[in-house]
């Protein structure tokens, strides 16, 4: 199984554009997560989702945004792209029902806005 | 400062000798994770703690969580080239909020 894909793998984003991170899961996790990694500063939630049509904010939020249209896909949106938002991004998923609920994560996005 | 303290920041040994990284809480932990990220990708799962003074292993890894719950350490024993890599902790702030520390990075010389 792909258990979490994200696209692109990379991508380089000029100041004021817009852009949507994609992520989709084959599990049937009903939670996911958006996350994003800085140097110094580790991974901070940006956004969260318990369920299709459900959505939350994280710690990091501003300037972002996502939707949850279904089980398996969970795009994040940044609709005017600051310098500040050059990050690696990680999506993430988890099934609340178990125990554990531990996170599976997807590759990432590596994003430069310039 | 951070929630989850991790130290050291980064660790450097020789292929065969053992290290101990540390993840320390300002708060009591329910529920602790350990994850691990090789250069470049994303986090993979290693083990999760959740009673005071619980000990896992895999393969060469163990990890404890203190009777306070507020310490967690991961242990690796023999270390290979293949335990390179950033090792972080996790914990559980509500049921879909999750903070991280910032990771040990380790590289192992063979």
């Known amino acids: 199984t792909a258990g979490i894909t994200q696209a692109p793998t990379s991508q380089i984003l000029a100041a004021g554009r817009s852009m949507t991170l994609r992520c989709t899961q084959d599990m049937r996790h009903n939670a996911m997560y958006w996350y994003r990694q800085d140097l110094g500063l580790g991974l901070r939630l940006i956004h969260y989702s318990n369920t299709a049509g459900t959505t939350g904010k994280g710690e990091v939020p501003d300037g972002y945004s996502v939707s949850r249209a279904n089980t398996d896909d969970f795009p994040l949106t940044l609709a005017s792209a600051v310098p500040s938002q050059t990050s690696v991004y990680f999506c993430?998923?988890?099934?609340?029902?178990?125990?554990?609920?531990?996170?599976?994560f997807g590759p990432g996005t590596r994003l430069t806005v310039l | 400062s951070q929630e989850l303290e991790q130290s050291p920041q980064s660790l450097i040994v020789q292929e065969g000798k053992n290290l101990t990284i540390n993840c320390t809480s300002s708060?009591?932990?329910?529920?602790l994770y350990w994850y691990k990220q090789k250069y470049g990708e994303g986090l993979i799962f290693l083990m999760m703690?959740?009673?005071?003074?619980e000990e896992k292993s895999h393969e060469k890894i163990t990890a404890k969580l203190d009777e306070k719950k507020q310490q967690s350490s991961l242990h690796i024993t023999a270390s290979q080239p293949s335990h390179a890599g950033i090792y972080l902790c996790?914990?559980?702030?509500?049921?879909?909020?999750?903070?991280f520390g910032t990771g040990t990075r380790l590289k192992v010389l063979a």
């Open positions: 996790g914990a559980r702030r509500g049921t879909y909020k999750y903070i």
């Open positions: 703690l959740q009673k005071g003074g």
């Open positions: 993430a998923s988890s099934d609340t029902d178990l125990s554990y609920n531990e996170q599976f």
């Open positions: 708060k009591t932990l329910y529920g």
